[in-house]
Structure formats: structure tokens, C-alpha cells
């Protein structure tokens, strides 16, 4: 956020009114300005080109799994219980192996970004950050591959930080590991690098990391984003996120369909982000066991929902896809119910995995329906379908993540359309003024919450075991 400092009168201004995370951030900004142009410059070019490199094939690698994977799942469960069995063997390794890397690197729990702004606070330990970028990399992957409804999206913004931090271990040692700068231009990279979005990975720092802007932090962060974003685009040549074919905007006399839309995405966006906060604090609550079974619960979900695969990854369609389809309204409304909930669990567990694309495959299922509606009234026509999803992804999105700007610049940056950026900022504005008024809390807000209470609660039982 932009910070307004008061204006200088000759006397020496006090800052004990500033916060310990300000001060954090205005030492970092100040270490910055220290550097010379070439190493400014140099350090930025660096950590954005390695993040968008390590991202970019890790999106690859997800592109490549998820069809080999989905293919497999599919000829085996042709052959009934004997394939079936193949199925749960695969489940079975998958949730041993995310276990595993769990207990190697506890920090990759979850979509990351939590952690990561934590950490960028100095409320969070530093991470060994090549453990954290090997460990989320593989484990994120099982996830996704094992088709649990879980993000990669987070996971990226942590893997960034991760490389972030490891440049700057690379020019000072050890001690980048609390030069904030490093894993902040890093978080920003990733983000990036995960939705090919240079202008959002900026305003996310803005928005959600609460990052304060001065002219160098600008510049720094500015030049890792089009560094990352370069190399995903061009390099690698990474495709849009959401390539949608029609986007016709509404008309002048549509415009009135802005504010159901608004209100009903609004309004299931905060009651999605609800729900997630509620199951994943009230698994936390469970007297458990082991942590295997609360991190088996979503594995045997995708053994069941191997009867409805539709919700799994990998197998239901694309927002791209649902846009070219006529799909019913009872289908739809099955499928964002089914899928919200699936992916709540998916999160809950604790797997690695974040909540970015699940909230927006939720919007986007959410606006197709909404469209199939107004298409069957004769309100809309089948060629802005694609319109009314964008907006739905867009005030859903705002409304669970309260970043609205970030919001807008998403959506627009992965459909490649900036004609419907106005209304689209629109919703992102409506998402986020619905889910004030509603008095809740933004999800990562309530996520870095849920992270410090555990942190307390531990320190006395570690302590007592250490006595």
C-alpha cells in the first residue's frame, strides 16, 4: 500500500508510531537505494528470469502429467476392480508421498502465500529455500496429479519467494535470508509466472502482501515481473491462461445484469471463503489420530468421486472449454456445489496446494451458469458467455480474497481482452464491498491467523518437551 509519511519541519520525525513490519519495510527499501544501478538492476533481471524459468516448467510438467495421468485413470477404470485397485495403489503413494515431503518441509503446507507473508513480516522463520522450492515443486504436483481440487497458483507465488531468497543467498549469503526485498521480488515473480500477469503480480504485493511502494521497491518489483514475465511468454511461450474465444461485451441495456451478477457472485464468493476458513480450523480442532488421516480424507474423496469425475482435475471441463459448451442448468449448479466443497477439503488437509485456481474454476462454473440462465430468459446471448464468466471469476475472486485491483488486472491479463476491463474492475469492486459488508475476513488474512495460533500453541508444548 502507499504509505503517507507527514511532512519534515527541521526536526528530526519520530517513527514510533510506525509498525515493526513499516520499519521492516522501509529498512528494506532503504538497502535498495544502496545498491548501484547495475547490481539493482542485475539482482531483479536474475530473480525474475529464474522464477519464470522453474515456473514455467513446472507448468509444463503439470500440462504433461495431468494428460498422461488422466488417461491412465480412465483405461484403468475400463477394467473395473481390478483397475480400481491400480487407482487406489496410485491414491495410496500419492498421499504417503505428500506426507513425506510434508515432514521434510512443514512450510509447504497449503498454498504457501500465508507463510510467505508472514515470513516477509518477520513473524515467520526464515525458509531453507531450496528444500521449500524442491519439496512444493514435487508435492504440489502429487497433489494436482492425484487430481485433488487444489491450486498451483500459491504454490508458484511460494516457489518465487523460494528463488527469490536464494539469489539473494547467492550475493550475500546467509543473510539474505532476512533481506525481505529478495523473497518479496521473488513472491512477485511467481505470481507472474504462475497466470502470465506482470500487472498483477505487482498489485498483489500492493494489495494483499501490504508491500509499501517508494520509487526503488516500484522499480525493483516492476523489473522482476517483466523479467519473469518474459521469459514465460516468450521463452518458454506459455500460452493465456484462459483463452476465451467470444467476449462480447453488454450492452448499454445489459448493463442492468452487472448487479445480479455482482450480488449473487458476491455474496457465494464470501460464503465459499467461509467455508474453507470454518472446515480447515475445525479439522485443526479434531482429535486426530495422525496427521495421515486428516491427509487421507481428500484421497479418499477422489476414490469416491471417481463415480462423479467431473470435480477432479484433469477431467471436468476447462473455463474455456464451458464456454463452448451448452451445458445444462441442473449440471452446473451440481458442479459448482460438488466442486466448492471438494476443493474445501482438498485444502483443509493440509496438502500442498493452493486455492487461487479452485476459487476461480468456482467463478467460472458460476458464471456459466449464469449465463446458461439468461440465455434461456433471452437476456444474453451465447457469444457473452465468456463476458459473464469474467465477471463472475472476477467478483468471486474479490469477494475470497478482498484484492480487488489485483482482482481485475488477473482476469484481464489471462483472457488477453482489455476492452471488458471497466465492468470487469466493476465486479472486482462489487466482490469486494459485498464481502465487507458481510464482515468477513480475507482469506489469507484469516489463513495467517489460523498459521500464528498454532505457532503459540506449540512453543509451550515444544518447550515443555524440551525440559
Known amino acids: 500500500m502507499l504509505q503517507r509519511f507527514p511532512r519534515l519541519t527541521g526536526k528530526k520525525r519520530p517513527v514510533n508510531h510506525l509498525s515493526e513490519e513499516t520499519r521492516i519495510q522501509i529498512r528494506e527499501s532503504q538497502k535498495l537505494g544502496a545498491l548501484g544501478q547495475l547490481a539493482f538492476v542485475l539482482q531483479a533481471l ?3 528470469a529464474i522464477s519464470g524459468f522453474v515456473i514455467g516448467i513446472f507448468r509444463m510438467a503439470f500440462t504433461v502429467l495431468n494428460g498422461l495421468g488422466t488417461n491412465w485413470v480412465v483405461e484403468e477404470f475400463q477394467k473395473g476392480a481390478e483397475g480400481f485397485l491400480f487407482i487406489a495403489a496410485a491414491l495410496i503413494f500419492c498421499c504417503l508421498l505428500s506426507g513425506f515431503l510434508l515432514k521434510i518441509e512443514p512450510m509447504i503446507s497449503g498454498s504457501g502465500i500465508p507463510q510467505v507473508e508472514l515470513a516477509q ?18 508435492g504440489t504436483l502429487t497433489a494436482l ?5 487444489v491450486g498451483r497458483e500459491g504454490p508458484c507465488v511460494q516457489m518465487g519467494a523460494a528463488v527469490g531468497v536464494g539469489v539473494g ?11 525481505h526485498r529478495y523473497l518479496t521480488g521473488g513472491a512477485v515473480s511467481g505470481m507472474t509466472s504462475a497466470f502470465s500477469s506482470p500487472i498483477a503480480g505487482i498489485l498483489f504485493a500492493v494489495e494483499d502482501m501490504k508491500v509499501i511502494l517508494d520509487r526503488r521497491m516500484l522499480a525493483f518489483l516492476a523489473i522482476t515481473a517483466m523479467s519473469a514475465w518474459f521469459m514465460v511468454k516468450h521463452i518458454l511461450g506459455l500460452p493465456l491462461v484462459f483463452p476465451f474465444v467470444g467476449l462480447e461485451p453488454l450492452g448499454f441495456l445489459q448493463l442492468w445484469v452487472l448487479l445480479p451478477v455482482c450480488i449473487l457472485s458476491g455474496v457465494l464468493g464470501t460464503v465459499y471463503c467461509w467455508i ?4 480447515t480450523c475445525f479439522e485443526d480442532r479434531l482429535p486426530w489420530p495422525s496427521r ?5 480424507v481428500p484421497f479418499v474423496m477422489v476414490a469416491l468421486l471417481l463415480f462423479y469425475p467431473t470435480v477432479l482435475t484433469g477431467f471436468g471441463p476447462t473455463p474455456t472449454q464451458m464456454e463452448q459448451l451448452r451445458l445444462s442448468i441442473d449440471f452446473l449448479l451440481l458442479l459448482f456445489l460438488v466442486k466448492a466443497f471438494f476443493s474445501c477439503f482438498s485444502f483443509a488437509s493440509g496438502i500442498a496446494g493452493g486455492i ?14 449464469l449465463s446458461s440462465i439468461g440465455q434461456s430468459a433471452g437476456i444474453l446471448l451465447s457469444s457473452q458467455s465468456g463476458t459473464i464468466m469474467i465477471l ?12 480487488p485491483l489485483t482482482s481485475a488486472a488477473l482476469l484481464t491479463e489471462m483472457t488477453g481482452d482489455w476492452t471488458l476491463l471497466p465492468v470487469t474492475l466493476v465486479a472486482s469492486i462489487a466482490g469486494n464491498l459485498i464481502a465487507r459488508y458481510m464482515g468477513a475476513d480475507p482469506v489469507y488474512e484469516s489463513l495467517k491467523a489460523r498459521i500464528l495460533r498454532q505457532r503459540e500453541h506449540a512453543a509451550p508444548a515444544a518447550a515443555a518437551e524440551a525440559h
Open 392 to 403: 463472475c471469476m472476477a467478483c468471486f475472486f474479490s469477494a475470497v480474497v478482498r484484492s
Open 276 to 279: 474453507l476458513v470454518s472446515i
Open 145 to 149: 496429479a492425484a487430481g485433488l481440487s
Open 356 to 369: 487461487l485456481m479452485p476459487i476461480l474454476t468456482a467463478g467460472a462454473i458460476l458464471g456459466c451458469l
Open 121 to 138: 513480516i518477520g513473524k515467520f522463520p526464515p525458509m531453507n529455500w531450496l528444500r521449500v522450492l524442491i519439496t512444493k515443486f514435487v
Open 292 to 296: 495421515w488421516v486428516r491427509l487421507a
Open 46 to 48: 536474475v530473480i525474475g
Open 169 to 179: 543467498t547467492f550475493f550475500y549469503g546467509k543473510h539474505a535470508q532476512t533481506m
